[in-house]
């Protein structure tokens, strides 16, 4: 089958919320997936306001994104295997019961001991219900067409980067008249009333449940095949965004402008917005597993290029200029492994793509505290974009060997 979009006219962004029951489902998953944006950062300010530690705020912070991250996943096959319905309902349930706990744990100042509130951190992130997978895997049903699908993507990435950015400061708004655990009450109903709205759309009930028969095994064994590109630039996007965030704070504190470095974020934000929506607006000739080893490329030539930025002002142009291949890079990711999975296991693939960003962003933090350590500024832009460039190759050449093997085998 083909991978290039059909010919005619090319669908709208209006055109994919035209489709039946576009509209409703995806604004109540964004509604939901609007928690992920609240509750870190108001539960990091609530564990620090009862504890007074931020050692015991990072501790509790890393248990609640390691389980929510690493156990996405697991999460996905239960979504696949019983459906959404069936699986996003009980972890929704469970997830705002635990946040609401916290919230009460957390409201009086040194009321409960750090490992409870680890513990019921833990558990509320092992919950997390992935509402962004399901949506991209529903999004698959609703739109068909690779080229609506496509299209589809790049509005589904915008709208959750922008979800990233006005969560915090939804969160913000709330600390300046009431206690941050209020915000993580907030996260809770926004969870409890997103997911509500997402399974009751007649486009999520229609997704059935996995299927197992005696002669066809289970769509785990199969969910891997076929994503170790995706995966590989998936991880390494997450990877170098993870090193330039902390690269900017110290870029901006060496030339004396520690402000600077909310702007130079907000550029790379900006950046990736834009190449989002423009990534949706073209109507690509080379297929997906093509492209994306070239917008791997690109962030790593701009990254590199980045190192030699000599003020603020240039690393936000830098910056902004590799944003444009953040989103198209992780849209593609997404389309590729939608391509691959298995029928049954579109959940889960599209997670595996979801946690490879989110653990590659994790260990680039840790890693760019290092590199930090070691050398100026400067050369570590460089060497994050050599890094992203390797990516690129490695991804480039296992689309090459995917396509040997292809022909390699007999067609039916």
């Known amino acids: 089958m083909s991978t290039h979009p059909s010919p005619g006219p090319r669908p709208s962004y209006a055109a994919v919320l035209r489709v039946p029951h576009a509209r409703r ?32 705020a990072g501790t509790v912070m890393a248990l609640f994104s390691a389980t929510s991250v690493f156990l ?23 997830h705002t019961a635990l946040l609401v706990l916290l919230a009460v744990l957390l409201w009086r100042p ?22 962004g997978p399901t949506m991209r895997a529903v999004w698959g049903r609703l739109a068909p067409d690779r080229a609506l699908l496509q299209r589809a ?28 655990a209020v915000g993580v009450l907030a996260g809770a109903a926004l969870m409890a009333v997103g997911t ?14 996995g299927e197992r028969t005696p002669d066809r095994p289970p769509a785990g064994r199969r969910v891997l095949r076929g994503l170790g590109r995706p995966v590989a630039a998936a ?16 870029f901006a504190q060496a030339h004396g402008r520690d402000g600077g470095a909310a702007w130079v974020l907000a550029a790379l934000s900006a950046g990736s917005a834009v190449g989002g929506l423009l990534n949706g607006a073209v109507a690509w000739r080379a297929a997906a597993g093509t492209r994306l080893p ?20 240039t690393l936000a142009l830098a910056v902004a200029a590799g944003g444009l291949f953040v989103s198209p890079l992780i849209t593609t990711a997404y389309l590729i492994a ?52 390797l990516t690129a190759l490695a991804v480039a050449r296992g689309t090459a060997s995917a396509r040997g093997t292809e022909r390699a085998v007999p067609q039916e």
């Open 25 to 56: 489902t995806f604004a109540a998953a964004l509604l939901g997936r609007l928690s992920y944006g609240v509750v870190p950062l108001a539960l990091m300010l609530a564990v620090t306001r009862a504890r007074g530690s931020y050692a015991v």
């Open 153 to 180: 993507y790049s509005l589904d990435g915008v709208a959750e980067e922008l979800l990233f950015v006005s969560g915090p400061l939804l969160v913000g708004g709330v600390v300046g008249f009431a206690p941050p």
């Open 338 to 389: 939608d391509e691959a999975a298995a029928p049954g296991a579109r959940v889960r693939a599209g997670a595996w793509v979801n946690t490879a960003v989110n653990a590659g962003g994790t260990a680039g933090a840790a890693v760019a505290g290092v590199l930090v350590g070691w050398l100026p500024p400067g050369p570590c832009f460089a060497v994050t974009g050599g890094v992203m460039l």
């Open 294 to 313: 070239l917008q791997a490329a690109g962030l790593g030539l701009v990254l590199c290029a980045a190192g030699l930025a000599t003020g603020v002002g």
């Open 110 to 131: 040194g009321a409960v001991p750090p490992l409870v509130l680890g513990a019921v951190t833990a558990a509320a992130g092992t919950c997390t219900p992935p509402l």
């Open 72 to 94: 996405s996943p697991a999460r996905a096959a239960l979504i696949d295997r019983y459906g959404p319905r069936r699986a996003l309902v009980p972890m929704a349930a469970a």
């Open 235 to 250: 991880a390494g996007v997450g990877l170098a965004l993870g090193v330039v965030e902390l690269l900017v704070v110290a």
């Open 196 to 209: 509500a709205g997402f399974v009751s759309s007649p486009a999520v009930r229609a997704v059935p449940a």
